[in-house]
């Protein structure tokens, strides 16, 4: 079993629990962060100068690699896009440089966030990790992170994706975007609302990076999403019950989404019908599989 992990994106929504459960668990864990601060397991990096202080390896057995720049937050210009996939594949670059410099590493794993934009827009079609990749601004981008993570297989290291779809939390992610016009009284479906959204609570994300990290068996890339992805309607309904609110039967056009977000409405209105077939074959078992009972856990 690792002992040592290093943690990139370790205040990000997801690796803050997951530091905290690792560390609940017993493990060690370092962090690589922009800034210094007091925390002597933290240590600097940065991704657009190309410095990383190779300290932050001493001793470390895993990478959890989830650092990258936020992908729904800001309009996409072309400098954005290029910060958007610089900072996941520049990241992952500078990660294995810093590993080759220290002959003597222990490093043998390598888990990296990835994502179910990987697939692109593919309306119903059932998508397994064998789907090709798709088109468009994420599955592009996917396609070059996946890429530069796949090149940690020449430095011998086992290299796990996990392709995660809506990570479901009070604490940050898409929830709070969702639910905020529900609380206004006005929920409505987006685009068609027949999109499929593939979804995840926030426990289970943890736990599957965990997963990954002590089950030497898992190897390249596994959709990280409940078993059962539900439409846009469906997880709009589903908020707005456990909310005690009214969905209206009107939905809101596309037209008004691409006014609002521009070339970001892919990432709202993109169909992922992900199975989680070959993540539950690698023996996980999910605390929540079903969205009512997700829901139910966040909303008390």
């Known amino acids: 079993m690792a002992e040592k992990i290093l943690i990139t994106g370790a205040t990000g929504l997801v690796g803050t629990e997951l530091k905290k459960h690792l560390l609940s668990k017993g493990y060690e864990v370092n962090t690589l962060t922009r800034k210094k601060d007091n925390d002597p397991n933290n240590f600097v990096w940065d991704v657009y ?10 001793g470390v057995n895993a990478i959890i690699h989830l650092a990258g720049e936020p992908v729904a937050d800001k309009k996409w210009t072309d400098e954005r896009k290029k910060q958007i996939i610089d900072s996941r594949v520049k990241s992952t670059e500078l990660l294995f440089k810093a590993i080759k410099s220290l002959p003597n590493h222990q490093v043998k794993s390598f888990i990296s966030a990835s994502a179910v934009g990987f697939y692109g827009d593919c ?25 530069a993570v796949d090149q940690g297989k ?44 593939p979804w995840l609570h926030i426990d289970d994300m943890v736990e599957m990076y965990i997963e990954a990290l002590e089950n030497l068996k898992m190897e390249n890339c596994y959709n990280a999403c409940a078993p059962f992805p539900v439409t846009n309607k469906a997880l709009t309904k589903a908020i707005a019950r456990q909310l005690h609110r009214p969905v209206w039967p009107i939905k809101v056009p596309k037209k008004a989404l691409e006014l609002l977000l ?30 009512n009972d997700a829901l139910k856990d966040l909303y008390p």
């Open 49 to 58: 100068e190309g410095t990383i202080d190779a300290d932050c390896l001493d």
């Open 154 to 197: 020449k430095l011998s290291l086992r290299i796990v994706k996990l392709r995660t779809g809506i990570v479901l939390s009070n604490h940050g992610g898409a929830l709070p975007q969702l639910d905020k016009p529900i609380k206004l009284f006005a929920g409505a479906a987006l685009g068609t609302g027949k999109q499929w959204t």
């Open 123 to 147: 309306g119903d079609e059932i998508l397994t990790e064998e789907s090709p990749n798709g088109y468009g601004f994420l599955a592009e981008c996917c396609k070059f992170w996946e890429d």
């Open 262 to 291: 521009g070339e970001r409405v892919e990432a709202v209105l993109m169909s992922n019908n992900t199975s989680a077939q070959k993540i539950l074959d690698a023996g996980f078992k999910f605390k929540f599989t079903h969205l």
